[in-house]
T-cell receptor, first 116, second 112 residues
Framework: KAGVTQTPRYLIKTRGQQVTLSCSPISGHRSVSWYQQTPGQGLQFLFEYFSETQRNKGNFPGRFSGRQFSNSRSEMNVSTLELGDSALYLC???????????????FGEGSWLTVV | GDSVTQMEGPVTLSEEAFLTINCTYTATGYPSLFWYVQYPGEGLQLLLKATKADDKGSNKGFEATYRKETTSFHLEKGSVQVSDSAVYFCALSHQAGTALIFGKGTTLSVSS
């Protein structure tokens, strides 16, 4: 069974531009969440979507947004890119929302974003 | 707010040595606790988890016990292999949402 698929894997953008990252969850999974990983801040939660609704949001500025489609695929968008947005962006999917017993969260390999 | 603290790395061991990576947490209520592993160039993989006090999670020879009295979830393995070289993350989450709060990660390097 295919895992969580993220595209693109690597990209370089210029300050001020915007970027859209895509995530296809494991088939049947309805929850998709996004995390940012940087050497300085580590792994930080961005937001979670379940059945096209944002369920939870981390402490990031409004430049970071996301959405989920009816087929559970998700996109995240970062507008007006800053140098500090350079990071590995990880998408994760799970059957349900929450980390109750049995609801394992699976991560993709991530999208490496470099802002120059 | 909730937080997770892991021992600083890197941890360098010889093959077959005993491994302990310390993890302590600060949280309200009764969070679920997790260990994730990240191999070079890959995403995170769930290694093990525990959802209530005194639970022991185990997988691939790794173990961790949820200790509420000491707010700890230390990762152990009796005999490490070169293939265990990776970054290990301790994390917690409340059942109310999927958000995982991660520690900074501990890099393990095992040599033969």
């Amino acid at each position: 069974k295919a895992g969580v698929t993220q595209t693109p894997r690597y990209l370089i953008k210029t300050r001020g531009q915007q970027v859209t990252l895509s995530c296809s969850p494991i088939s049947g999974h309805r929850s998709v969440s996004w995390y940012q990983q940087t050497p300085g801040q580590g792994l930080q939660f961005l937001f979670e979507y379940f059945s096209e609704t944002q369920r939870n949001k981390g402490n990031f500025p409004g430049r970071f947004s996301g959405r989920q489609f009816s087929n559970s695929r998700s996109e995240m968008n970062v507008s007006t890119l800053e140098l500090g947005d350079s990071a590995l962006y990880l998408c994760a999917s799970s059957l349900g929302s929450g980390t109750i017993s049995g609801n394992t969260i699976y991560f993709g390999e991530g999208s490496w974003l470099t802002v120059v | 707010g909730d937080s997770v603290t892991q021992m600083e790395g890197p941890v360098t061991l010889s093959e077959e040595a005993f491994l302990t990576i310390n993890c302590t947490y600060t949280a309200t209520g009764y969070p679920s606790l997790f260990w994730y592993v990240q191999y070079p160039g890959e995403g995170l993989q769930l290694l093990l988890k525990a959802t209530k006090a005194d639970d022991k999670g185990s997988n691939k020879g790794f173990e961790a016990t949820y200790r509420k009295e000491t707010t700890s979830f230390h990762l152990e393995k009796g005999s490490v292999q070169v293939s265990d070289s990776a970054v290990y993350f301790c994390a917690l989450s409340h059942q109310a949402g999927t958000a995982l709060i991660f520690g900074k990660g501990t890099t393990l390097s095992v040599s033969s």
